[in-house]
């Protein structure tokens, strides 16, 4: 197999992670025969100071005519300024939708020998295999109107929650179709009581639903859902659910596991390139020190080879050594240990 990834370290501790993952997958390069070929732009705060610009047409050309694309992270607080004219996130934002990549899909699973690390009780953890999916490119953070003016002498701003039930077909038919694979049980997550966009939501979910009658719908409030998440996770197989809702419901099912630095995610479109990246942030307050939990980002390119590359069996292999690395005891700062980011992934690579 041969692949082309294209590789946006981003800003903060993403080059850290990414350069970690890189060697993870050349070790799989070289152990099962295959050739990988990696090329690397700015994206992010540091392309704004090099470029002026957050994510430039080259990169957004080279990420679309790749494989796959792996991130590390953007973001600090350098580029923070609320009336910069560009802004780290704004390239995120501005690269899923020029990849297409419509749905993220965030495992999350509870490491038994990590589950002293969580703030929850062992026995809330016991079981916890999680799979979010969250609609990527609809919702809040891309509907229009959006701005701030002054009105009537008052300063106003608004944001627009806008889907349409194309976009939540396809979401939710990946939704379902995950869950087959799995416990074939789907929660879909709305706030259908107060919001029209929400109750096209339901509407949608019912209706894909019955195409598959092999697996279970049960609908959410976005309220309930965080409560449930936290109450009763080892109940939860497949989450779908819009933009905004499954942003803040991810970070908080991040808690199960640990460490922000421990989950991964995938976000995927009908066709073209994937774009792989960790949940976690830039964490400006470790970049530069060597400490960041590399298993996230090393997590998301086991994704890479399974979703874009149909490596089923060498990211099975990725995953094993980390379960093994973590059930051995090697931890980083944020997983109560000692090693670095490298001595991380080194006792990985060591097992593939
Ligand atoms: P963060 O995820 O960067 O950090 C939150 C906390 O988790 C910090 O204490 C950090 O040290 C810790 N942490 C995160 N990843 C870790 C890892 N791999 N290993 C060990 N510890 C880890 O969130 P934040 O501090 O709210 O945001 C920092 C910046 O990142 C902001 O500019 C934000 O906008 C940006 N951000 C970017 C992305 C992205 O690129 N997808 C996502 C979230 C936040």
Redesign the pocket.
């Known amino acids: 197999m041969q692949a082309n990834i294209v590789l946006l370290p981003?800003d903060?501790?993403?080059p850290e992670?990414v350069t970690e993952a890189v060697r993870v997958l050349e070790g799989i390069a070289s152990k099962h025969g295959h050739s990988f070929s990696f090329t690397e732009h700015l994206m992010?705060g540091c392309s704004i100071d090099k470029y002026g610009s957050s994510l430039t047409e080259e990169t957004l050309a080279a990420c679309q005519a790749a494989d796959a694309v792996l991130?590390?992270?953007?973001?600090?607080?350098k580029?923070?300024d609320p009336n910069a004219k560009d802004r780290?996130?704004r390239g995120?934002l501005a690269l899923r939708k020029g990849l297409k990549v419509f749905a993220n899909l965030r495992p999350v699973k509870v490491h038994p020998a990590l589950m002293e690390w969580s703030p929850l009780k062992p026995e809330i953890l016991e079981g916890v295999d999680i799979l979010v999916v969250r609609e990527l490119t609809g919702g809040l953070y891309f509907g229009w109107p959006k701005g701030r003016e002054i009105k009537d002498g008052r300063e106003r701003a608004v944001d627009t929650l806008e889907y349409y039930d194309y976009e939540i077909k396809r979401v939710m038919h990946l939704a379902f179709k995950l869950a087959k694979g799995r416990k074939k049980k789907v929660i879909s997550v709305d706030k259908a009581n107060v919001l029209e966009s929400s109750r096209l939501w339901r509407q949608i979910a019912t209706q894909i639903g019955q195409e598959y009658p092999d697996v279970e719908l049960e609908h959410m409030l976005v309220d309930t859902a965080s409560m449930r998440l936290i109450t009763g996770p080892a109940e939860m197989d497949v989450v779908v659910t819009e933009n905004m809702f499954g942003d803040i419901l991810t970070d908080e099912a991040s808690v199960l596991a640990g460490?922000?630095?421990m989950l991964s995610s995938a976000s995927l479109g009908e066709s073209g390139p994937g774009l792989y990246?960790?949940?976690?942030?830039?964490?400006?307050?470790?970049a530069g020190k060597g400490?960041?939990?590399?298993v996230?980002t090393i997590l998301s390119s086991a994704a890479l080879l399974r979703h874009s590359l149909n490596l089923e069996k060498e990211a099975a292999t990725i995953e094993s050594a980390i379960d093994e690395v973590i059930t051995s005891g090697a931890r980083?700062?944020?997983i109560g240990g000692k090693l670095s980011t490298t001595q991380m992934a080194d006792e990985i690579i060591t097992r593939l």
Request: zero cysteines; charged letters at 15%.
């Open positions: 981003g903060g501790i993403g992670v992010g991130l590390g992270a953007v973001g600090g607080p580029w923070d780290p996130e995120l460490s922000m630095g990246e960790p949940i976690h942030g830039s964490a400006p307050d470790i400490i960041a939990n590399p996230g980083t700062n944020d």
